[in-house]
Each structure stands twice: as C-alpha cells, then as structure tokens.
C-alpha cells in the first residue's frame, strides 16, 4: 500500500530564508509525486508534480522538489522565503495508472517570520 | 473557465441526519474523487468515480456513498451523521487516462451537532 509521510508539522523560517519541506513515501510501483498548498478556507493548488523525466521539477512560486529514488523521497524547496508562502503542504503520492487514487500525507504548516 | 464547483458551502446537521454534498466537475473531466480532510490533517480519500462508474473506495463506513451522473457532476451522501463526519470534504476532478493533477473545489464544510 501506498503511503505518505511529512517530516515536521510545522516549519518556521524567516522571510527570505531556505524552505525545506521533507517528504518520504512508499510504494509498491514507480509513483507520481504531487506538492500540493493549502491557504486557510481554500481548496488545495497543485504547485508541483514529477511523473517521469527529470527528477528535478520546478513549480509554481519559485518552488521545487526532486525525486530521488534511492531514498524514497520528494522534498520540497524554495529558495527565499516569502511572507505569501505561509499555508500547509501537503505532499502526495498515486500509482500512475488510469484510475488511482491519490494519497496525501499529514501536511507540513508552513509560518514565515518578517 | 470555471474551476470545479461544490455546494454548499457551509451547513450544520445534527447527529443521526442524511447529508447530500454535490460537485460539478471542470468542464471536460470525467473523473472525480471524493476526500474527507478533518482539521489538521491531511485528505483521506472516500471514492472515485471515472465515467460514471466506482473506480475506488477508501476506509469508510457504509454510511458514505456516492454517485456520478451523465454529465459527470458527482454527489456524496453521508447517512446517520456522527460528530466525527465533521470535516471539510473535497471534491476534486481531473482528466481520463493517464492519470494527471486533481483539481480541488474549495470544499463543503460539514458540522455535525
């Protein structure tokens, strides 16, 4: 079965600062990765997603994540920090065929400290 | 064009009632999922429907239902509520195959009183 997991449910960083969000999942066949954000009393935005190619996949806002097999891993990066960045992550992970479904992980609040 | 729309917004029930949540998915998609987010979590997935037929099922209880129609909006029906279905429920659409990104309504909030 496939799962999800999200390291920290909160991250503090200062505005202008590294973001670095942690996300490691499991699965059985090669997975599509999704980050998606959450803004409070919203529906969620996609901001990136890797289903093959390159492992290295760049978003919306200036974020980015790779892929890296060998660790089961697809963090999540931005380089400087914006106060608009704060929101919940979530990172998620489906099967890639036809009909699947998508599993998210816990989320990761993300607070920006001006 | 417009997003994936649900309805309503907002609504209370009181334990032991029926509640119907609908979604009217982006034009041209054919899949729509179902999630439950309880307030700080993460979306569980209820269901999936792709061209009108169950394609997936989570851990729920029969209580939960669903159903897509021929122009592929979708309702949720949640039975004999319990204060533990107070959540925001997702509604999210997407393309037929291969599989994409979901695109999310902004959810119906559901209090169970």
């Known amino acids: 079965a496939q799962s999800v997991t999200q390291l920290g449910s909160h991250v503090s960083v200062s505005e202008g600062a590294l973001v670095l969000l942690r996300c490691n999942y499991s699965s059985s066949v090669p997975p599509y990765l999704f980050w998606y954000v959450q803004y409070p009393n919203q529906g969620l935005q996609l901001l990136l997603k890797y289903t093959t190619g390159a492992t290295l996949v760049k978003g919306i806002n200036g974020f980015e994540a790779e892929f890296k097999k060998s660790e089961t891993s697809f963090h999540l990066t931005k380089p400087s920090a914006h106060m608009s960045d704060a929101a919940e992550y979530f990172c998620?992970?489906?099967?890639?065929?036809?009909?699947?479904?998508?599993?998210f992980g816990p989320g990761t609040s993300l607070s920006v400290i001006p | 064009d417009a997003g994936v729309t649900q309805s309503p917004t907002h609504l209370i029930k009181t334990r032991g009632q029926q509640v119907t949540l609908r979604c009217s998915p982006i034009?041209?998609?054919?899949?729509v999922s179902w999630y439950q987010q309880v307030l700080g979590q993460g979306p569980q997935f209820i269901f999936q429907?792709?061209?009108?037929?169950?394609?997936g099922r989570g851990n729920f209880p029969d209580r939960f239902s669903a159903r897509q129609f021929p122009n592929y909006s979708s309702e949720l029906n949640v039975n004999a509520l319990l204060l533990g279905d107070s959540a925001l429920y997702l509604c999210?659409?997407?393309?037929?195959?291969?599989?994409?990104?979901?695109?999310f309504g902004e959810g119906s909030r559901l209090t169970v009183l």
């Open positions: 034009s041209g998609h054919k899949s």
């Open positions: 999210a659409s997407r393309e037929g195959p291969p599989s994409g990104e979901l695109f």
């Open positions: 998620a992970v489906s099967e890639g065929t036809s009909y699947d479904k998508v599993i």
């Open positions: 429907y792709y061209e009108k037929e169950e394609r």
